[in-house]
T-cell receptor, first 110, second 117 residues
Framework: LAKTTQPISMDSYEGQEVNITCSHNNIATNDYITWYQQFPSQGPRFIIQGYKTKVTNEVASLFIPADRKSSTLSLPRVSLSDTAVYYCLVGAHNTDKLIFGTGTRLQVFP | GAVVSQHPSWVICKSGTSVKIECRSLDFQATTMFWYRQFPKQSLMLMATSNEGSKATYEQGVEKDKFLINHASLTLSTLTVTSAHPEDSSFYIC?????????????FGPGTRLTVT
């Protein structure tokens, strides 16, 4: 499974857009990119998944450049409740096993 | 979305005793479930893959005789921490993937906080 690299932490203020970038230089052709969110003392929650270009859902957007060696999770207009750890994972679409990296600890201030 | 539950949500036990943690898929059947461990301020570490009707597959470095996994039905997997010691104190989380086309999404349980005294 491809290794991922993310910033350890990020700070933001309410109402701002937050972009968290993940590097995955060794991504394989059949790998997908998935982002999870985890609040303290809770299990992770799926945010978004993509393969290339751009994916958007009701909570976030995922931007993936043509070479797929990185991806950016974009959270529009964050609120205090978005304070959490965000994990970027890379793996084959039909692979159940998830290997979590260090994640990015996002702190949103009022 | 699909719901995965865990029981208990927290447990305190004495050193040397065994503790069983249950993981249930409430509204779907899961042939495969996963068990993770998470220490404070650290990431999730995959411990094992639980397969319904067969033996679990453990990750390297995880003692299979200490962390017993039983996946007796399509909706229930259990993790038993045998002869627990204070270093086993951690947050244990299970997950399951909903078998479906399209997005490969796993649903996680709320976790179980184990404290060994």
């Amino acid at each position: 499974l491809a290794k991922t690299t993310q910033p350890i932490s990020m700070d933001s203020y309410e109402g701002q857009e937050v972009n968290i970038t993940c590097s995955h230089n060794n991504i394989a052709t059949n790998d997908y990119i998935t982002w999870y969110q985890q609040f303290p003392s809770q299990g992770p929650r799926f945010i978004i998944q993509g393969y290339k270009t751009k994916v958007t859902n009701e909570v976030a957007s995922l931007f993936i450049p043509a070479d797929r060696k990185s991806s950016t999770l974009s959270l529009p207009r964050v609120s205090l409740s978005d304070t959490a750890v965000y994990y970027c994972l890379v793996g084959a679409h039909n692979t159940d096993k998830l290997i979590f990296g260090t994640g990015t600890r996002l702190q949103v201030f009022p | 979305g699909a719901v995965v539950s865990q029981h208990p949500s927290w447990v305190i036990c004495k050193s040397g005793t065994s503790v069983k943690i249950e993981c249930r898929s409430l509204d779907f059947q899961a042939t495969t479930m996963f068990w993770y461990r998470q220490f404070p301020k650290q990431s999730l570490m995959l411990m094992a893959t639980s397969n319904e009707g067969s033996k679990a597959t453990y990750e390297q470095g995880v003692e299979k005789d200490k962390f017993l996994i039983n996946h007796a039905s399509l909706t229930l997997s259990t993790l038993t921490v045998t002869s627990a010691h204070p270093e086993d104190s951690s947050f244990y989380i299970c997950s399951a993937r909903v078998p479906a086309e399209g997005v490969n999404e796993q649903y996680f349980g709320p976790g179980t906080r184990l404290t060994v005294t």
